[in-house]
């Protein structure tokens, strides 16, 4: 619902008797809220917020209080929470920033599964080598490819066998810690 001075009729007359002022003093709160945010949408969805809070509250003016005034008290805790919003958001922000692809990476090794090695071991040779080289070194496969004197689809085929291969090997060994993708490990190996 958004309220505007084109809005205040008869039915906002039944809603809140204040509420027409309010409406009057429109344009003075949008300015005050603008100067204070620099985006007037930021603002205008403040000030409808205020205004829905002011729906909700209306029955808390004191009859000595200016409506305008309390109004601005109103506008003045919005902008508070908009900004103890907007600093928790930065400050989410940062704290991701500050995590590398690397530190990820640390993290899922060190709880992955320490049976995948001994898994791999037991593969046939071109399977043991296609994982050590592509899914444990990082190669690509159009290296991979060159330095086994074969094409990529070839490799891909192979590597796809051999993921496959250690899969069924790894449930065998790890049982149901395999079940949920080994990570955080917690089997006793039966290799």
Known sequence: MILSQGSAGTSADKIDPHLNELLEH????????????SDPATAEDILQAAYTRTLEKG?????????VAWFY??????LTDHYRRDAARGRAHEGLSAETPESYEMELQSNLCTCIEGVVQTLKPEYRLALEQIDLSGESIADFAKAEHTTPNNVSVRLHRARRAAAKRLIQVCGSCADHKCLDCSCKRRV
């Open 26 to 37: 429109r344009a003075k709160f949008l300015a005050f809220l603008t100067a204070r945010v």
């Open 59 to 67: 029955g808390q003016i004191q009859k000595t209080e200016s409506v």
């Open 73 to 78: 008290r109103i506008l003045r805790n919005a």
